[in-house]
């Protein structure tokens, strides 16, 4: 499955676009885990190049067998101007510190601009069809922009409307109890919370169950799939 997904902008933020990651996103996955406030929260560290090749490589072998499906997060075209503009004035614009290259010309398509973040959905042999974990993560130029509910609302309604007759029904967003940035995207995006998780490796503290069902409606964004109108 290779569909790319677009959610429409508003007055105040641009439009997104969701779109398989690719092999040539290696440096992108590298700057992102890069940053403490992803990887603290995150069970696979990545140090270099490889362990970035292997973390796209259990993206796209999810994706073939059906397991997960995992998007980068990326901003439209009528928002790639603006964004690069963002970063390049926050003094971000080519710091991935590995390549010694500008950095973000690597993170550029045709059909999306700048990548902003993750999302993603998983099954398990436990869960079954009938429930999926949504996660998800925003790099740093891109936080404070809504990026993560706006993407985590697009994938949830898509997910329940592609997946409807193999039976989803639930899914569920899992985050630590310090994670409060994880509990307001919960919030925003009708994923209620349901019970207290205890504290397992290789997470140290609590978490917090969220759960929206496929009957609850979330926020009210406009998704539309790949070249169909948002």
Known sequence: ?????????????????????????????????GDPEISRWTARPIKGAEDARCWLDIQRRGRENGTRLSFAVCAAPEAHAEQAVHADRSGRSGQSGQSGQSGRGDQLGSLEGLVLGNVSLRWTDASGPGSAEVGYW???HARGQGVAPRAVEALSRWSFATFAD???????????????????????????????????????????????????PGSTGRLGRSGLPG
């Open 138 to 140: 925003v790099m740093a």
């Open 166 to 216: 193999d039976g989803l029904r639930r899914i569920e967003l899992i985050h630590q109890v310090d994670n409060l940035a994880s509990c307001r995207v919960a919030a925003k995006t009708g994923y209620l919370f349901e019970r207290l998780l205890p504290a397992e490796p290789p997470y140290p503290r609590d978490g917090h169950l969220h759960v929206r069902e496929a009957d609850r």
């Open 1 to 33: 499955m290779t569909e790319t997904l677009r959610v429409a902008g508003t007055a105040a933020t641009g439009g997104l676009v969701l779109r398989p990651w690719r092999a040539d996103d290696v440096e992108t996955v590298i700057e992102a885990y």
